[in-house]
């Protein structure tokens, strides 16, 4: 349960709010490198933290993310034409660079100076592994750029997708480090997903529903563990790292590639899921990335040439009772990342969290929501930076590891958890 | 793959969003019966504050002791306010036990009650608030019985899962 205000709190993201000015002292992804193809290509929209803005890549390969309205009289400027060195408003002609700067009026005199005085709202916007990340907060407090392993791998050992979930970022973060609902709702997939299947773990999983757990603080958030029995009085520990505001890491499972998400607000009742799986020492195979690019593990299947799912609130889900009856699927729903936004969709866009029963086992959440409660309030009353802007912070890794049972999994996997460039996961 | 089509009033998504939002009226009993024990002397004084705040049906004790074998009977129980209680009593109809640790002295009350609680299917949750000088046994006793630990709570931790809880 949580009142009313603080549910407004960590949901509103928007300008000026507390949490949209936490949201705004971090570089998070803003689209894709694939949606700006090539140099000179037409532009995107995008709508981030409820600012409407465009995205585009102009002649010389530079990136730019501006506000989406001309200067003018308010056009789009998704209609613009991406021309040498900026993009032109269809109607009047103005033309703009990458960082929002006016470079030509055409109804004003050749030698004018009014075109320098007219900028619009502008981000950097740069490519980073496959994502293009922006930072949207005060120019003078950017931080260095993100540092995640996911982005930083050679480019044949990863792989990101994203897919729009119409529902408020927080239901889908809260997903992301839920661990207690893997073995129920996902139970089909730990059998039959490609990127999932044949883990030893995955037994354990499935042997033990009741998971015991761990909830530890770490520098840029929260390390959760989620601990199972194994065999000769041992534990299987899966655990979870989560870096403010809004990165998880799902532990690995055996050999596969090493998952997790970004949970980015589009505005205060839509989401941008960013998942993405790779492999910190190999390539990922031919067989591999095909199963990705077919939504297998948390990847989802979408409409093409769109961000969308396939299956959707408008059909359903494509829910399958058959399969829901067999225990192909849990919850009749083909696909982890569909088994999750369909449930998290059907909460409501914004959930009443006044209205919830939460248990012990939530305290993952419980802790999360304080964290992000806390951060966002320091930051608006006494300026602190919040966790999780040190690119440091990036550095985490989920661990999937069988450990005595007297030992503490925060101390006996402190070093799986950090990232060790080029050596391999701690996956069971 | 058998789709049927929806009527629209059973789709998943609702017609406008306030019909999203729309969530049947009704006040909430509280959850469940919930007891705090504190396992030690400052642990016993954040449960004090604790205490202050209203809660539904949330008791705060102390536990000064395991005598014994750790029977139900060999527990030193006190009440907030220090009146004596007897654990038997006060597990009877309790659902949730949270304890509160924060240093080494409470580690042996800390697993007796937590398998005492175990025994009567009750689920704990084990909040450890060390200074510098670690509650490192404190923890270790926690752990085979508490379905949430939290090594590295502070203060609020304790409030906020109570409010979560609707304790
Ligand atoms: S509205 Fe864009 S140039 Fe006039
Ligand atoms: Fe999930």
């Known amino acids: 349960m949580l009142r009313q205000e603080i549910n407004e709190l960590l949901t509103q993201t928007g300008p000026r709010t507390p949490m949209g000015e936490l949201f705004r002292q971090y570089w998070m992804p803003a689209c894709l490198a694939e949606e700006l193809p090539e140099d000179g290509c037409p532009p995107i929209r995008l709508k981030l933290l409820s600012e409407r803005l465009v995205a585009f890549r102009d002649s010389k390969g530079q990136y730019g993310l501006i506000d989406e309205f001309c200067a ?8 613009g034409r991406n021309e040498e060195g900026g993009l032109r408003c269809p109607y009047h002609g103005w033309k703009y660079d990458t960082t929002g700067q006016c470079l030509d009026v055409p109804s004003e005199a050749d030698n004018s100076s009014f075109a320098e005085n007219v900028k619009l709202t502008s981000y950097p916007l740069v490519k980073i592994g496959d994502v293009l990340w922006t930072y949207m907060g005060d120019p003078a407090t950017q931080p260095p750029l993100p540092e995640f392993e996911f982005a930083q791998v050679a480019p044949e050992q990863t792989y990101t997708s994203k897919r729009w979930q119409q529902s408020n970022w927080m239901q889908a973060f809260e997903g992301g480090i839920d661990s207690s609902h893997v073995t129920f709702l996902h139970s089909g997939g730990l059998k039959t997903d490609p990127l999932f299947k044949g883990a030893k773990g995955n037994e354990y999983n499935l042997n033990d529903t009741k998971p015991f757990f761990e909830v530890a603080d770490s520098e840029g958030g ?41 949970w980015i607000p589009i505005d ?9 799986d790779y492999h910190p020492v190999r390539a990922l195979t031919p067989e591999e990335r095909q199963a990705m690019i077919d939504g297998h593990g948390v990847h989802s299947e979408n409409i093409p040439g769109t961000y969308r799912p396939t299956a959707n609130m408008d059909n359903d889900y494509l829910m399958d009772r058959e399969a829901q009856q067999r225990g192909e699927y849990y919850s009749g729903v083909k696909g982890i990342a569909i088994q999750d936004s369909s449930l998290q969709e059907s909460m409501g866009p914004i959930v009443d969290r006044t209205k919830e029963r939460l248990v012990p086992a939530d305290s993952g959440i419980i802790k999360a929501r304080q964290k992000l409660r806390k951060a966002a309030l320091a930051l608006r009353d006494q300026g602190v930076t919040p966790p999780g802007v040190d690119p440091a912070h990036h550095r985490v890794r989920s661990a999937a590891v069988v450990l005595p049972q007297a030992e503490s999994f925060l101390d006996a996997a402190r070093d799986d958890v950090r990232v060790h460039p080029g050596m391999p996961v701690a996956s069971v | 793959m058998a789709v049927e089509t929806s009527l629209l009033s059973s789709c998943a998504r609702a017609a406008t969003a306030a019909e999203a939002r729309f969530r049947i009226d009704r006040p909430i009993r509280p959850a469940r019966a919930a007891r705090i024990i504190a396992l030690d002397e400052r642990a016993a004084g954040i449960a004090r504050r604790a205490a202050a705040v209203e809660w539904a049906s949330a008791q705060f004790l102390v536990c000064e002791g395991v005598a014994g074998g750790g029977a139900i009977g060999d ?36 697993y007796a009650l937590g398998k005492a609680c175990w025994e009567r299917g009750i689920m704990t949750a084990g909040l450890v608030l060390s200074d510098e000088s670690g509650a490192d046994q404190a923890v270790a006793a926690l752990r085979p019985h508490a379905r949430v630990l939290l090594p590295t709570a502070d203060e609020t931790d304790l409030t906020e899962l109570l409010a979560a809880l609707r304790a």
């Not at chain 2, 527990?75 to 654990?87: A, K, N, T």
Request: aromatic residues 14%; negative net charge; proline residues 6%.
């Open chain 1, 222 to 262: 929260l390390f959760v563990g989620a601990r199972r029995n194994a065999e000769d009085g041992k534990y299987y520990w899966r655990i979870t790292p989560w870096v403010m505001p809004c990165f998880t890491m799902v532990p690995p499972r055996g050999d596969h590639p090493i998952h997790g998400h970004f």
């Open chain 1, 72 to 79: 003018h009289r308010g056009v789009s400027l998704w209609f």
């Open chain 2, 75 to 110: 527990f030193l129980l006190r009440g907030i306010e220090g009146e004596p209680v007897v654990l038997e009593q006060t597990l009877a109809g309790a659902d949730v036990v949270v304890m509160l640790a924060t240093d080494d002295r409470g580690a042996g009350c800390a």
């Open chain 1, 268 to 276: 205060d009742e839509n989401c941008w899921a960013y998942s993405f």
